[in-house]
């Protein structure tokens, strides 16, 4: 009887392994970006001094501050105890300076009583800002609210009635009053409510300290503890609060960081 046949050799699996312990992040950002970020599995990662929370597939994120002139880094442990240090290079931008004519003067200078209550509004909206859950809604694709022109870049110095302001907290996009507004990502509602400023407010959450909100609207058809789809409806594009005319102010954060929602849309985006 012929001997049997020598078996063909095992690649090993170290290929996976390989992959799976990773440390990706972009080489550089822009000011203002959402940067996401690929570690392996369980591993513990450092931002600013805040831990960041990894996904189970090891996703994370966070933000860079509009004013961020040098690089970040991130620091990773991995769950063997070896650690890597990501430095990632930061673009500086020219946000040019908007001038808002128009905008009603009690907005701007308002009287002791409504600046408490802005105080006490800015402060919910702060609160809602804070949360870290485990919602992955962030890692989508993010899709357009409103289809409509771009009237309000994020980070552009305001000017309003003259008087300078803080600058933009987001993207304006300009449409007609009562156009749908759509939920860009998968979230839960943590804040809608009638502010002063702001007009009609929503706050999604999308996860990982991960949030947008939508400013000036007409209608909202969600309240707080509603979980939202991806697409759908959250209210209607309005003119309520400081606002010239009907339009929709999509800000993002990452916790106290804003963000552009045109970088987290992506570059190549197509366009509404």
């Not at 999604?204 to 007409?218: R, T």
């Not at 009907?246 to 106290?256: A, Q, R």
């Amino acid at each position: 009887m012929s001997p049997p046949a020598a078996a063909s050799p095992v690649e090993p699996a170290a290929s996976a392994e390989a992959i799976d312990n990773r440390i990706i992040f972009p080489a550089s950002v822009q000011q203002g970006a959402l940067v996401i970020g690929k570690v392996p599995s369980g591993s513990e990662v450092v931002h600013a001094g805040r831990r960041l929370k990894v996904t189970p597939y090891g996703t994370v994120a966070f933000g860079v501050e509009r004013t961020q002139a040098g690089p970040v880094s991130v620091q990773v442990t991995r769950p063997d105890g070896s650690r890597e240090t990501a430095e990632i290079a930061v673009t500086v931008r020219d946000f040019p300076v908007e001038r808002v004519n128009g905008v009603p003067g009690s907005t701007i200078a308002p009287p002791p009583a409504v600046a408490a209550r802005i105080a006490r509004e800015r402060a919910a909206v702060a609160a809602a800002r804070t949360r870290d859950d485990s919602r992955t809604g962030f890692t989508e694709d993010f899709i357009w609210p409103v289809h409509g022109r771009i009237s309000g870049r994020f980070g552009n110095q305001r000017i309003y009635n003259g008087t300078p302001g803080a600058a933009h907290s987001g993207m304006d996009i300009a449409a007609p009053s009562g156009t749908p507004i759509k939920a860009p990502a998968t979230g839960v509602v943590t804040l809608a409510d009638d502010l002063y400023i702001t007009g009609g407010t929503i706050v999604l959450d999308h996860g990982h300290g991960v949030s947008s909100n939508f400013l000036h609207l007409s209608r909202m058809d969600v309240q707080v503890g509603d979980e939202v789809a991806q697409g759908q409806v959250l209210g209607a594009v309005g003119a309520t609060g400081r606002a010239t005319g009907p339009h929709l102010h999509w800000g993002m954060n990452w916790f106290d960081v804003r963000v552009d929602p045109l970088l987290v849309l992506g570059e190549t985006a197509a366009r509404p």
